[in-house]
């Protein structure tokens, strides 16, 4: 492989908190009660539109979404932090001459400062979102296909990792290889090991052993 593409909330990054902090910011402005971060979680990954319409019944979703991105940009850098072995994993897979490339639901705006944030901007050749292909999440495969071209590489030649099930839907739509880390399982009410990945990692960091440098 050449190239490895990943998703962000989840798989990188625990945004957990943060998500869940702005989430339950829309729902007191709308009269609702706040909800714990566990019941959030399962709603992820399927973009913000969604996550509006699914955690504040009855709002209108663009001014839900609206709020949301308000109240967002006050919160995500306090309260968002790496995952377990992203830190020395992703810089040494770059290190190694892997072309590597972000794509996620989160807006690529959000995304590209929490990447420079955490200290990974070096490291990835693309950080892509919605925003970047005409507003088509996955499992929509848009997304993947724009960082295989802007990797310059084909879909035999890269994986994508992730960690739920939407993930696994946009990888084969895309024809890509797709591994999953488990995390927390926060992939709503199919485990992961569930749900159709080529591979199901112990860790972040087996990737150092999956992912060698690119033969020449």
């Known amino acids: ?4 593409l990943f998703d962000f909330d989840g798989t990188l990054a625990n945004s957990f908190a943060a998500i869940t902090s702005s989430t339950n910011h829309v ?28 955690l504040v019944p009855g709002a209108p979703v663009d001014e839900a979404v609206a709020r949301y991105r308000e109240h967002h940009s006050t919160v995500m850098i306090a309260e968002t932090r790496l995952m377990p072995g992203v830190a020395e994993t992703i810089p040494e897979l770059a290190h190694r001459g892997l072309r590597l490339g972000v794509c996620s639901n989160k807006r690529v705006e959000f995304t590209r400062e929490l990447v420079r944030a955490l200290g990974l901007a070096g490291s990835f050749a693309c ?10 999440p996955k499992p929509d495969p848009a997304m993947l296909l724009e960082g295989l071209t802007r990797l310059g590489v084909s879909p035999a030649e890269a994986v994508y990792v992730g960690d739920m ?21 926060t992939g709503g009410s199919t485990p992961v090991h569930d749900a159709g990945a080529d591979r199901v990692l112990r860790s972040f960091t087996e990737l150092l052993e999956l992912l060698p440098p690119p033969k020449k």
């Open 127 to 136: 950080v892509l979102g919605p925003d970047d292909v005409g507003q088509r």
């Open 165 to 185: 099930i939407v993930d696994v839907q946009a990888a084969k739509a895309a024809g890509v290889p797709v591994w999953l880390i488990p995390a927390d399982e």
């Open 1 to 4: 492989m050449k190239a490895a």
């Open 27 to 54: 729902r007191a402005s709308y009269g609702l009660p706040a909800l714990p971060e566990a019941a959030v979680c399962k709603y992820v990954g399927y973009g913000l539109s969604h996550l509006m319409a699914d």
